[in-house]
């Protein structure tokens, strides 16, 4: 079974956490361990699953997106 840390998230760990999510490659990597850590307290783990499911909502739409208007532009362009 998970522990789980129920201590509260000072506003300086916010700022630490959002600091080192702001690093391209480090920061996903620590949103992972965040949603997915054992010691980590309930509000950051529920933070971090919140972002990654944000994150794929924003990938579906920037896909769609790029699909709709890369066809719409491929259509508009003659070869030959």
Known sequence: M???CVEHVTTGQWFVTMLITAIPLI???MIF???????VSISKSNWAKAILIWSIVYIVIL???ITVFGTTLLSYVKIG
């Open 63 to 65: 896909v769609f997106i």
């Open 27 to 29: 920061g996903l990597i």
């Open 33 to 39: 361990v965040w949603a997915h850590g054992d010691r």
């Open 2 to 4: 998970k522990e789980e």
